[in-house]
Every structure is written in structure tokens, then in C-alpha cells.
């Protein structure tokens, strides 16, 4: 059994300042405008926004983090309308869910019920809809089976696995405030990972329903984005890394639950 | 793309319309696109209809097309594809317009491009055509501070509506970092637009990112002295700067995007 997670007085003194949540919603904001991959069933773009939503909860702490991404969601909505094609519930999806997912599992430890209560509905959610429910009744053939279930599982059943056991309730919020880089690496890369898998199914469901994706275009969908999200998870750990490093030495007043 | 989504003034109708109308046409707008679409004429007659209603508004406030170029490209390229995956994914038993051959895919036959599933991409367009009108419309014709006296008339909480509304304003010198901070690294031989989308992936963000992120927070400590200063989360009644009354006018307008809203359900359904 690992030690608990020990975070420093500095880190649990402050909250951060409604300036910098501010600042950092508006950069936010500004890199809905950047696309960096475009839907696999066409109709918009994932937009740079959704990296930064997701390391917002690291360096601003969570409800910080949170309220940035908010923030930032809504301006990359006036700013960059086809990276929203859903508006306000794009806001939602693509702006706040990567910062929540992510706060959930590199907070795992203090916000466990949260965290499983989102695996878990999130694996039963993604395993259902739209071709379970509301099915034939919505003009929805049946998927491919065991296919469909099987490629689903590739992302909903590795946050309930890492969720639920000591892995993410104690290993993971320990190893992302390491003084090791290589474990911090680890622990983060994890949290992020996972937080993304989770953000990804109610994501991309939405978007299922509302074009009336057939069952082809789903399982098209399902492998596209399979390397793809390990892939957007390493990189924003490795643009992560050296901003958690220079803000730790940069004398910045520190912020509770912010990694650094 | 910068100024495409700034407010300019102007003395036109839509200027001087009350924002809550603006935001209503907003909301109802998003309600219309979560709506199930069919491939029906009475569901492409619906969204037209909104369209029509965002087009007159688009001229009301006098809204430059032009300024949009790149949003109106992007979008081109979405409805093609719509239209064409749409063709060719759409599971329908109705006429076909093209026939190459047979390929199965999980119940569409990849081969055959039907007349339902183009439509049912043009119906799809026109609906996005739809929410991409009503953002633009509310940002080029109300102002920071209006839309900041909106906000705290809806009794959203005043911490938050500022946030918002300050992050908003924020949003060039954001920029203008980045593009200082991107010069100052080509000014040291690092060009990120001349490397590979991998290259780019791997290290071109670091260096960039971190300094603007450093001289973000600096700079948010000075703002945070400076709100504290002038009182900024102190409890007991504020003050408003600019009042905006609700005027017969401003209750006709919404009556009328409300009337037209309530049409292009009765169309649908």
C-alpha cells in the first residue's frame, strides 16, 4: 500500500486569483481558433482549446481550473463558432469536460466518489446511447456486435479499472506532485489519459445523435480516434512538464491543488 | 480572423436593440439545433425559415459578410463533406441517384450514393448554416460593457459575469503575446511554421507556451492588486454604469423572434 498524498502548506493555502483565471480563460478562449484534428464524421474540428482546458486544473487548482475552462469555452464560442457547432452544449462538452475529467483523476484521492460516480456512468452511458437507447425508436440501426462493444470498452473501461483501484485513488495524485520528473511524468500522463478517455464518450455521442450517424460511421469513429487520444495526452503532457517547472521556480504565489 | 468576432459600432437597429433580445434569438436558436432532423422538406423548410429570420437580422445590424471569409470557407468544406458522407453513409431504402457498385459497410452500401442521404446532408447544412448566424450577430453589435450590464440584469452572479466579459477583452493581448513571444524564438532561429506537424508536436509549443503562460500570471498579479484595490469582491450593493431599459421596441423584437420560432416548430412538427 502506498503513503497517502502529502501536498505542502503552500499548496493547500491559496486559491487562485480570480485575475488568473481570467487570463488563463482567455488564452483559452484564443486557442479554440488554433483546429488541431477535424471530426472523423466531418461537421467541425477539435480545437487547441481542449489541451488547455485539460491542464488548467494543474495549474490553477481545481475549481480555478474549472472556472477557466468556463471561461474559455464560452469566448472560444464567439471566437471560433465552428469548433462549437453545438454552441452552449459545445461549451460544455468540448471547453469544461477535459478540465473536469482531468481535476477528477489527478484529485482522485480527495474527489473519489466523484470519480467513480463519472466512470461508471460514463461506461454505462457510452454503451447505450444512441444505439441502445433511444435505438430503433430514433431511427437507429443496430451497431455491429461484439465489434461495437468491444471498441467502446477500449475507452470507457480503462478509467473505471484505474478510477477504482489504488492505482488512481492513491498512485496517481501521488506520482503527479512527485519531486521525480520521470514519475511525475508518469502520474500525469495517466491523469491525463484517463481524464481524456472519460471526456470522450459524451463528447462524441452528442454529435452521433444529432447527424444520425449509422452504425458504420460510429465504428469508423471509434477506431479513428483509438491512437489518437494517447497520442493528444502525451503531447499535452510534454507541453505540461516544463510550465509546471518554470512556474515552480518563477516565485508566483503557489494554488491549492495546482501541481507545482 | 482576429476582428471578425469584435464588437463595431455602428447606429443601426440591431445596435440598439436591447441584448436579452439578441440572447433570446441565441438560446432559441440553440434549441432548434439540438432538435432530431429528418431528411423531410417540412424539417428543411424549418431551419430555412431561421435561416431567413438570421439573414434579416444580418442586415438589420448591417453585419460585413465579408469579415467572415474564413468561417464561410470552413464551413463550405463541412457541408461538402456532410453532404457526401451523408450520400453514401445514410441507411435508406429510397431511389438512388448514383450506383459504382456494392460494398457493404454494417447495413449502408458504400457503393450507392441516395437521394435521401444527400438531402439529409443539405438539411443537416442548412441547420448549421442556422447556429453559425446567431453568434456573430449578438458579438459585432453589442458592446463589452452592455452585454456586462446584460449579464448582471440576469441576475448572473457579478464575479463571474465580470470574468467573462473581462477575459473577452483580454482575448488580443493574448494574442499579441503570442505573436511577440513566436517572433522573439524566429528572431533566435526557431521557426515553428517551417517544421513538420510531428516536429511541431514534439517541441515547438514548449518554448512558446511556457513564457506566455509565465508573463500571463505576472501579469494577471498586477491585475489582481489592481481589482483589489478598487474594492473588486467587496459585499453590499453596486452601482451600474450604463443602464439599459427595456423599451416597447426591444418587446416587440422578441415577440417577433419568439412568433418566428414558434413557426418553424409548427413547420417541423
Request: hydrophobic share 55%.
Amino acid at each position: 500500500m502506498s503513503e497517502p498524498v502529502v501536498r505542502t502548506v503552500a499548496q493547500e493555502a491559496r486559491r487562485a486569483p480570480v485575475a488568473w483565471i481570467t487570463l488563463f480563460g482567455a488564452l483559452t478562449g484564443v486557442m479554440a481558433l488554433v483546429p488541431i484534428f477535424p471530426y472523423v464524421g466531418g461537421g467541425g474540428y477539435v480545437p487547441l482549446l481542449v489541451p488547455f482546458s485539460a491542464i488548467a486544473p494543474l495549474l490553477l487548482g481545481t475549481a480555478g481550473g474549472i472556472g477557466a475552462a468556463v471561461i474559455g469555452g464560452f469566448i472560444g464560442m464567439f471566437l471560433a463558432p465552428a469548433a462549437f457547432p453545438l454552441g452552449v452544449v459545445d461549451v460544455l462538452l468540448t471547453g469544461v469536460l477535459p478540465a473536469v475529467c482531468v481535476a477528477l483523476f489527478v484529485n482522485n484521492d480527495r474527489y473519489f466518489a466523484w470519480a467513480a460516480a463519472a466512470v461508471l456512468a460514463n461506461g454505462v452511458f457510452s454503451f447505450l446511447f444512441p444505439f441502445y437507447v433511444p435505438g430503433q425508436a430514433a431511427g437507429f440501426a443496430a451497431p455491429p456486435e461484439p465489434l461495437y462493444s468491444v471498441l467502446g470498452a477500449y475507452y470507457w473501461l480503462p478509467p473505471v479499472i484505474v478510477a477504482l483501484s489504488p492505482i488512481g485513488r492513491r498512485l496517481v495524485p501521488g506520482w503527479s506532485r512527485a519531486a521525480d520528473r520521470k514519475v511525475k511524468y508518469a502520474g500525469i500522463y495517466v491523469a491525463i489519459l484517463m481524464g481524456l478517455f472519460v471526456w470522450w464518450n459524451p463528447w462524441s455521442r452528442p454529435y452521433w445523435y444529432i447527424l444520425k450517424y449509422a452504425p458504420g460511421l460510429a465504428v469508423t469513429t471509434l477506431i479513428g480516434y483509438s491512437w489518437w487520444v494517447p497520442a493528444l495526452a502525451a503531447v499535452i503532457t510534454v507541453i505540461t512538464l516544463p510550465i509546471l517547472e518554470a512556474l515552480n521556480r518563477s516565485g508566483l504565489p503557489k494554488v491549492s491543488e495546482g501541481l507545482w | 480572423m482576429q476582428s471578425a468576432f469584435q464588437y463595431v459600432e455602428r447606429a443601426t437597429f440591431m445596435h440598439r436593440l436591447h441584448p436579452v433580445v439578441k440572447i433570446v434569438h441565441l438560446f432559441a436558436t440553440l434549441a432548434l439545433v439540438l432538435l432530431p432532423y429528418r431528411p423531410t422538406l417540412r424539417d428543411l423548410a424549418s431551419a430555412a425559415i431561421w435561416v431567413a429570420l438570421g439573414a434579416c437580422l444580418w442586415a438589420l445590424g448591417r453585419v460585413g459578410v465579408r469579415q467572415f471569409g474564413f468561417l464561410i470557407k470552413f464551413l463550405t468544406a463541412i457541408f461538402v463533406f456532410l453532404i457526401v458522407t451523408q450520400g453514401l453513409l445514410y441507411q435508406s431504402e429510397g431511389p438512388v441517384l448514383i450506383h459504382i457498385g456494392h460494398l457493404e459497410f454494417w447495413g449502408s452500401d458504400l457503393g450507392t450514393v441516395t437521394v435521401e442521404g444527400l438531402f439529409f446532408g443539405a438539411v443537416l447544412s442548412v441547420r448549421i448554416i442556422a447556429a453559425a448566424m446567431a453568434l456573430p450577430l449578438l458579438v459585432t453589435t453589442t458592446s463589452a460593457s452592455q452585454l456586462m450590464a446584460t449579464l448582471r440584469t440576469l441576475r448572473l452572479p457579478p464575479r463571474l459575469t465580470f470574468m467573462f466579459v473581462s477575459s473577452l477583452s483580454f482575448t488580443h493581448l493574448v494574442i499579441q503575446m503570442w505573436q511577440n513571444i513566436l517572433e522573439a524564438q524566429k528572431l533566435r532561429g526557431f521557426d515553428i511554421e517551417a517544421m513538420s506537424v510531428w516536429q511541431r508536436a514534439r517541441r515547438a509549443y514548449v518554448p512558446v507556451l511556457t513564457p506566455l503562460i509565465l508573463l500571463l500570471f505576472r501579469k494577471g498579479n498586477d491585475l489582481q492588486v489592481a481589482l483589489e484595490s478598487k474594492g473588486f469582491g467587496s459585499t453590499g450593493p453596486k452601482t451600474e454604469i450604463e443602464v439599459l431599459p427595456f423599451l416597447p421596441r426591444d418587446a416587440a423584437a422578441a415577440a417577433v423572434v419568439l412568433a418566428v420560432f414558434a413557426l418553424t416548430l409548427w413547420v417541423k412538427f
